[in-house]
């Protein structure tokens, strides 16, 4: 009886797993390609039993995200470990990881080329080197910062493809945290959702939507970037970004919700019409 017992269960949780990928392939490229994709592991409810001490310490100190991540949510974690060949996708090097794999040594050895011939970090770092920033006109120090900004990117960019690409021949699949090459962004909003990705979607889950989500947009994003910053480091300087970044988006925001408000204000108005 107890053997019937276990098969039922596995076979209600079968169901719930196939109802919840039936949903997910309305909308979804990646599972209608016989894959679970990211969002779908992400919004798999964990058992309450699976919130123990155990896969509590193995979810912290799990090896290839420790150090630096990508940031994964504990419900994907869990779900992926207890269902292990359907998280490693039955394909340890599909065509799309060797794809992956390959622009990532193509990324890594770009960033080995820029630092051979562009030093912006080592005029930043080395304080010996302080004089020359010092000495730049406006246009020189705009530039300077652009490419600094580069180094930035390439830097994070190889050492979380390195966690990432560890994880997925672990069978764990993990959010990509830099899905957009530096200059190809053209909002405010477009480059924080591309840059740390992974941490951008922790933060919408756990703090932008129980605060209200979009409906309080313009005074959620200074909470949430207020907690970025203390993230980062307890220092007021960082806050002081975390607030500039703000102020910067809310020309951006309140541009986009008048004429997101016009927009339903028209289609409403034709309706009636």
Request: charged share 20%; glycine share 2%; net charge positive.
């Amino acid at each position: 009886m107890e053997f019937k017992k276990a098969i039922h269960i596995q076979s209600e949780k079968n169901k719930d797993i196939e109802i919840k990928k039936l949903d997910s392939n309305t909308h979804c490229d990646s599972c209608n390609q016989n894959n679970y994709c990211l969002k779908f592991l992400s919004d798999c409810e964990a058992n309450l039993k699976d919130f123990n001490l155990v896969n509590y310490i193995a979810y912290i100190f799990y090896p290839p995200l420790y150090f630096s991540g990508p940031t994964l949510l504990f419900n994907s974690f869990v779900f992926q470990v207890k269902n292990f060949k359907i998280s490693q996708h039955q394909n340890y090097l599909s065509r799309d990881k060797i794809v992956y794999i390959a622009r990532y040594i193509i990324v890594f050895i770009c960033f080995e080329v820029f630092n051979s011939y562009i030093y912006v970090n080592a005029y930043l770092t080395n304080k010996y080197n302080k004089f020359i920033w010092e000495s730049f006109d406006h246009y020189t120090y705009s530039a300077f910062c652009f490419f600094l900004l580069i180094f930035i990117w390439f830097k994070f960019t190889v050492i979380w493809r390195t966690s990432r690409i560890w994880a997925w021949l672990d069978g764990i699949y993990t959010e990509e945290n830099m899905n957009r090459c530096i200059c190809n962004n053209y909002s405010f909003e477009g480059f924080w959702r591309a840059w740390h990705r992974s941490f951008n979607i922790w933060l919408i889950k756990y703090i932008f939507i129980p605060l209200g989500g979009s409906k309080y947009k313009v005074a959620n994003i200074w909470v949430v970037f207020s907690f970025v910053a203390l993230w980062h480091d307890l220092q007021l300087n960082l806050l002081i970004w975390g607030w500039f970044i703000c102020l910067f988006m809310m020309p951006e925001i309140l541009v986009k919700n008048y004429f997101n408000s016009s927009k339903v204000f028209y289609i409403k108005f034709r309706k009636l019409t």
